[in-house]
């Protein structure tokens, strides 16, 4: 993450606030439960809980549940320019689906920091995984609900996910000093909330209270759910040679 960081009299990142925390986080099944027991008909191992995970993605089988960061490889300088090169563990990268590397790419222009994420090398893998990139929010957060309007963070009907929100171009975030800071995120279509010291998760709980003092973005879609209908369809003898 970037902990500090100022250009032309502004300040982008604090140590209480640092920006663009990159993570890798991998989870097994049991870390599903409590969603699946909330949300499912007839509990955690009710109507359709294969859809909500991967097919035995327990620690016997070798997953694993964590959420690591990316470590600090080097960083090169030019101007208003950062690049930062950040690399995985092996047993993260090799074992599970993590990025060998990534580079980060910050650039401050005027009152604007641009940030550019690559991953690169990441591994194919069957475990449910996920990585985020987190920024500071707070507890007086707007955001681009799909594009079609601005709506305030915990504006949600009842039963309606709190922590995990669709959006359109980003987020509005309104500081103790009056100045609203602009949190765009062009290509992730999802944000979610978490407390600061929490690592970002990809269920809609709890569902009584939003916690938005940090916003994570996730860096790539589908990689929790088992999306291989067949393989738990006998009764579709037809089409289960197709099974992957």
Known sequence: ALRR???????FAAPDDPVA????????????????DEFLLNGADGSGYQ??????????AGATTATVPGSVRRVLLNNATALVE???????????????TAWLNFTA????????????NKTSTRWSD?????????????LDQ?????LDASDTVDGASKQIRGIGRGLRVATAAGDVVAVDAPDSPLVTFHAADADPLPFPMPLD?????????????????????PSFLPSDALHADWAW
Do not use: I
Request: charged fraction near 15%.
């Open 21 to 36: 925390l990159l993570r890798y986080q991998t989870l097994t099944d049991d870390d599903f439960r409590a969603f699946r």
């Open 5 to 11: 960081c100022a250009f032309d009299g502004v300040e």
């Open 86 to 100: 950040l690399a995985f563990d092996a047993v993260w990268h090799e074992s599970y689906g993590a990025p060998a």
């Open 130 to 142: 996920a990585a985020y990139l987190s920024f500071p929010a707070g507890n007086n957060v707007t």
């Open 209 to 229: 209270a939003l916690d938005a003092t940090s916003a994570s973005f996730p860096l790539w879609s589908n990689g929790y759910w088992n999306t291989n209908y």
């Open 51 to 60: 859809e909500y995970g991967r097919p035995n993605a327990t620690k016997a």
């Open 109 to 120: 222009s005027g009152s604007t920091l641009d940030v550019v994420c690559v991953c690169l």
């Open 146 to 150: 799909m594009g079609v309007q601005w």
